[in-house]
């Protein structure tokens, strides 16, 4: 099922929530939304869903208009045929995983073997086979929300509506649950839009990924796209750690402080700001744009090592990750910035 957003906009009053957001999600796609609190993204969520209705704009689910206030347009939520999973479960205490999966599948008045059916298809692909007559209180968290996806695919949606799913789980559920989702999404080949505010989160499920702020979209784009090539200052620092370089760019150069750094392709003259990554910047004494530095403070994080190393030519702190096993570094040290490895950003 396609989804496409036309110019669609949410005012509260005179307070604009989403701003002529436009917005086509392919059949089958898993979208996240993502940025800080107050961008708009579950403002968006819940206009797709039907719970709240556009103040302008269009929403279809493939060639059915469900939204238009111009014209009249209010499709309710239990119209859409979607499903949704909440951050805080959503589940009747006083009923068993099987009852709260099957209250929506009743409604639809389906007969009891066939609920059955689908209850128990459903739990068994989220792996509760065998739960089915447990309550709510007997569950951990990562099985609780397991039972609301249970719930959800039950009714063999659509459309899958994610709202901050995960943010109630601790570390090591949460990477489980993300794996999880991704591949009961990835089986039933169920268009979903997922929104959360945990950059680590949008990584690992998304196939494509928007960025809110301020109640429009900034950037649309793969994973590999939004954190390698980001659009802008903001984008670049809500995706990973940045390091920002800003100068005078004239050809293929850019000076910046009391240094000039060759760059891979020539820009536009005039101001600019540089994006690196921590692990692109390398510990070396030979090769383009070397600068020296000192080593401030050294942090061991497992799997690799971030070091911040004061640039005084640069006029900045540079982060520098490195993979534990390479051998510490301390004290004046020599760091390259790989040309192709120094990204040009917008203003943001």
């Known amino acids: ?44 969520l819940r206009m797709v869903a039907g719970l709240i209705q556009p103040s302008e704009g269009r929403i279809r689910f493939g060639e059915r208009l469900v939204a ?40 639809r008045r389906l007969t009891v073997k066939e609920v059955r059916a689908r209850v128990d298809q459903a739990l068994a692909m989220v792996g509760l086979a065998g739960m089915a007559e447990r ?21 063999q949606p659509e459309v899958l509506l994610f709202d901050e799913p995960l943010s109630n789980l601790d570390a090591a559920l949460h990477e489980q649950m993300c794996a999880e989702i991704r591949s009961v999404q990835r089986r039933l080949g169920i268009t979903t839009i997922y929104v ?6 949008a990584m690992m499920v ?18 590999e796209e939004i954190y390698s090539r980001p659009c802008d200052e903001f984008v670049a620092g809500f995706f990973g750690k940045a390091n920002l370089l800003r100068g005078e760019a004239t050809g293929g150069e850019l000076r910046i402080g009391s240094r000039t750094l060759t760059l891979a392709h020539a820009p536009a003259a005039g101001p600019l700001t540089l994006l690196i990554r921590p692990e692109a910047v390398l510990f070396a004494q030979e090769g383009d744009n070397l600068v020296q530095g000192d080593v401030q403070h050294v942090s061991f994080l497992g799997g690799h090592v971030e ?32 040309p192709d490895r120094l990204i040009a950003l917008g203003s943001g």
């Open 68 to 107: 238009d206030p111009g014209a009249g347009v209010a499709v309710p939520a239990e119209r859409r045929n979607l499903g949704m999973v909440f951050q805080s479960y959503a589940l009747w205490p006083h009923l068993s995983v099987r009852r709260n999966c099957s209250l929506g599948l009743e409604a």
């Open 206 to 223: 998304s196939d494509r990924i928007g960025v809110m702020r301020d109640g429009s979209l900034l950037q649309v784009g793969t994973p």
């Open 307 to 338: 070091y911040e190393v004061r640039v005084e030519t640069l006029g900045t702190t540079l982060r520098v990750q490195t993979p534990s096993t390479a051998p510490h570094m301390l004290g004046r040290v020599s760091l390259r910035l790989p």
């Open 196 to 201: 959360t505010h945990n950059q680590a989160e």
């Open 1 to 44: 099922m396609k989804i496409v957003l036309a110019a669609v906009s949410k005012r509260y009053g005179a307070t604009p929530a989403v701003r002529s957001l436009d917005l086509e999600i392919a059949s089958g796609e898993l979208f996240t939304l993502i940025g800080p609190s107050g961008c708009g993204k579950t403002t968006t």
């Open 135 to 155: 309550y709510p209180h007997q569950l951990s968290g990562g099985q609780q929300q397991r039972v609301a996806l249970a719930r959800a695919i039950a009714l």
